[in-house]
């Protein structure tokens, strides 16, 4: 469905990022809802596990599953947003938009903030049609069944089309589960200036707003600042972006004028690049995007233009996440400080090797590192003469068992009576590993839809 167009064609959509991802501070976006001008805030929150951890929660509880913080954040955001005439895209539905939509209405009844049209976009879970098929997963061609018993969600990337029709119905705010993070921010351009669905080009350049909008604070300065070297004023009361699109699509990256942050060239250059793998052919749900003519001009102080995007037709498949167990993750730590920490600490990882050995503890995989020493660059680049005079031992290994996972942790403790000397500030901790692989699947099989709840 093509939506049919809302504004003047002179007008231009001012478009806020609310969150780039699930945990993410709520400040900013009151602070966009509140003083950005805006027409649309988007909160983009799920990482690749967040959804498969968001599934298991709700199969404890069918009325769980969406983002931890959706009430926070609507419960900071909505007063402000309602007043201003702000609609909320986000996609914090996560496992249950239904209920996350639901939990929205409830939490707008209780601020007193009258009848709000609130949609829910479904249709990415597709698990029941991943497993009934003979799909192989991309990373390591192993067959999807084989996995059967450790399978805990199948989410397909939506696009922007049930987003564009709930919207073209009225929604002032729109939550769905997987949706690709750029059709967020393409949706309410898609429906305010009517572009076509099949419009590559106009489509291609909404993905590069998108991509420079998702992550948020990243493209003010967030991500980009480097003391010294890249410096970026009050990172403490960092600002959210703005993108001011144009009917041609055209786009200034900007933020409100109070907030921390910057917005450069710079800035915007390196968001652009950031996980593109090929930019003459980033593949999204809506178009395969192509970033390689477009161009990136400073106009002003925390004004960057920015256009150019093309792109050709979207693909016949879409990406689907498939989260699994994994196993589980044993880790372990200690501090140890003053002369010869290094050295104590080197004997305590050779201690809990052993007592790992002698135990018989079964790992798949098994690490020792000394953090602040070796543990990002390994022994050979992080050697230097320097001794440091603090030193935290980190002993972690993957397991097939829970009961595995703990004695790794349990071997760590022991090394607080059990030598050397010195050590302190023990911890230890086991958890479940969610792992997330790919498969490709024909987008007849995703239904995406959308449906009303009453406030």
């Given at each position: 469905m093509t939506a049919k167009q809302t504004h003047p064609t002179s007008r231009r959509i001012r478009i806020g990022a609310g969150a780039g991802y699930s945990g993410d501070r709520?400040?900013?976006?009151?602070?966009?809802?509140?003083?950005?001008?805006?027409?649309?805030?988007?909160?983009?929150?799920?990482?690749?596990?967040?959804?498969?951890?968001?599934?298991?929660?709700?199969?404890?509880?069918?009325?769980?599953?969406?983002?931890?913080?959706?009430?926070?954040?609507?419960?900071?955001?909505?007063?402000?947003?309602?007043?201003?005439?702000?609609?909320?895209?986000?996609?914090m539905g996560a496992a249950n938009p239904l209920a996350a939509a639901r939990k929205t209405a409830e939490i707008a009844r209780k601020l007193g903030l009258g009848d709000l049209k609130i949609a829910a976009v479904t249709g990415d879970d597709v698990l029941d049609v991943v497993l009934q098929g003979d799909a192989h997963f991309e990373e390591t061609g192993e067959r999807v069944a084989s996995y059967r018993d450790r399978i805990v969600s199948a989410n397909a990337y939506l696009g922007a089309s049930a987003i564009v029709d709930a919207l073209a119905a009225g929604a002032q705010i729109v939550l769905t589960g997987r949706v690709a993070d750029p059709s967020l921010f393409a949706a309410p351009l898609i429906h305010e200036f009517g572009w076509r669905m099949d419009d590559w080009d106009m489509l291609g350049q909404a993905t590069v707003i998108g991509h420079l909008l998702e992550c948020a604070g990243q493209v003010t300065g967030g991500y980009f600042a480097d003391p010294g070297y890249k410096d970026v004023p009050e990172l403490a009361k960092l600002g959210f972006p703005i993108g001011e699109?144009?009917?041609?699509?055209?786009?200034?990256?900007?933020?409100?004028?109070?907030?921390?942050?910057?917005?450069?060239?710079?800035?915007?250059?390196?968001?652009?690049?950031?996980?593109?793998?090929?930019?003459?052919?980033?593949l999204q749900p809506d178009v395969v995007a192509d970033f390689s003519a477009v161009r990136v001009?400073?106009?002003?102080?925390?004004?960057?233009?920015?256009?150019?995007?093309?792109?050709?037709?979207?693909?016949?498949?879409?990406?689907?996440?498939?989260?699994?167990?994994?196993g589980f993750i044993g880790e372990g730590q200690i501090s140890y400080g003053g002369p010869g920490a290094v050295a104590r600490a080197r004997l305590a990882i050779e201690i809990v090797r052993e007592r790992l050995a002698l135990t018989g503890v079964q790992t798949s995989e098994l690490r020792f590192d000394l953090i602040g020493v070796d543990s990002l660059y390994g022994k050979t680049v992080s050697s230097t003469n320097a001794q440091p005079y603090e030193v935290r031992v980190r002993v972690a290994g993957r397991t097939t068992s829970a009961e595995q996972a703990v004695r790794i942790g349990n071997e760590v403790e022991t090394l607080y009576t059990n030598g050397p000397a010195g050590g302190g500030g023990a911890t230890k901790s086991v958890r479940e590993v969610l792992a997330v692989q790919s498969v490709l699947l024909p987008r007849e099989h995703a239904k995406p839809a959308f449906t009303f709840v009453e406030v």
């Open positions: 709520i400040e900013p976006a009151v602070e966009l809802a509140s003083h950005g001008a805006l027409d649309y805030l988007v909160f983009e929150c799920l990482a690749e596990r967040t959804i498969a951890i968001a599934q298991q929660a709700r199969r404890k509880d069918p009325l769980a599953g969406y983002d931890p913080l959706l009430e926070a954040r609507m419960t900071a955001v909505l007063p402000a947003a309602i007043r201003n005439g702000v609609r909320i895209i986000s996609n699109v144009a009917c041609d699509g055209s786009v200034v990256i900007t933020k409100v004028p109070q907030a921390g942050g910057r917005v450069t060239q710079a800035t915007c250059k390196e968001q652009l690049l950031y996980e593109i793998h090929d930019p003459q052919r980033y001009t400073e106009q002003a102080p925390d004004r960057v233009s920015v256009t150019g995007g093309r792109g050709t037709p979207r693909t016949g498949t879409l990406k689907v996440s498939v989260g699994y167990v994994d």
